[in-house]
T-cell receptor
Framework: NAGVTQTPKFQVLKTGQSMTLQCAQD?????MSWYRQDPGMGLRLIHY???????DQGEVPNGYNVSRSTTEDFPLRLLSAAPSQTSVYFC??????????FGEGSWLTVV | AQRVTQPEKLLSVFKGAPVELKCNYS??????LFWYVQYSRQRLQLLLR??SRESIKGFTADLNKGETSFHLKKPFAQEEDSAMYYC???????????FGTGTRLQVFP
């Protein structure tokens, strides 16, 4: 039981490049979400999903895309990376009403 | 607006001193409140949730609906308590976890 797994752990991108942060959970959780963590701003919700085939926007969705084709996977796509997207990204999952589990984080730098 | 406020960015104490990390929430209903902890460059871990009313690693938190607060307390801080602490809540019938901006606790020897 690996919990929530994120890849890659570290990534450097050039402005304008696109990439996908992968997130997988093996707990059969319905709810998955992506947060970004920035100094002084805490964690802000980017996108979330309440089940396969269903996604919705969080507080800061611009510049990001998500899909939920399976219960296990919830990738986050950066369409055209910008320096403002330099951050630490956390994926999370839970079964409704229960504890939310976080991945280890992905450190992204956009130069 | 639904919001969690942690007024202190940094709290520094000496080992053995009492600790109180403040958290206030703004929500019209009955939220479910949590404290998460993040040790250096690690994932966030659940520390406490108010419905379980338990004590983890010596920390406790009591929900005060009158003051809309959920302060985290520990009577005697330890060096290993040094971490980032986030207060968060889930609004009723959703799993959207809303975080405060976090408080960094530094415990000096």
């Amino acid at each position: 039981n690996a919990g929530v797994t994120q890849t890659p752990k570290f990534q450097v991108l050039k402005t304008g490049q696109s990439m996908t942060l992968q997130c997988a959970q093996d707990m059969n959780h319905e709810y998955m979400s992506w947060y970004r963590q920035d100094p002084g701003m805490g964690l802000r919700l980017i996108h979330y999903s309440v089940g396969a085939g269903i996604t919705d926007q969080g507080e800061v969705p611009n510049g990001y895309n998500v899909s939920r084709s399976t219960t296990e996977d919830f990738p986050l796509r950066l369409l055209s990376a910008a320096p403002s997207q330099t951050s630490v990204y956390f994926c999370a999952s839970s079964q409704t009403g229960n504890t939310i589990y976080f991945g280890e984080g992905s450190w992204l730098t956009v130069v | 607006a639904q919001r969690v406020t942690q007024p202190e960015k940094l709290l520094s104490v000496f080992k053995g001193a009492p600790v109180e990390l403040k958290c206030n929430y703004s929500y019209s209903g009955s939220p479910e409140l949590f404290w998460y902890v993040q040790y250096s460059r690690q994932r966030l871990q659940l520390l406490l949730r108010h419905i379980s009313r338990e004590s983890i690693k010596g920390f406790t938190a009591d929900l005060n609906k009158g003051e809309t607060s959920f302060h985290l307390k520990k009577p005697f801080a330890q060096e290993e308590d040094s971490a980032m602490y986030y207060c968060a809540f889930i609004s009723y019938n959703t799993d959207k976890l809303i975080f405060g901006t976090g408080t960094r606790l530094q415990v000096f020897p």
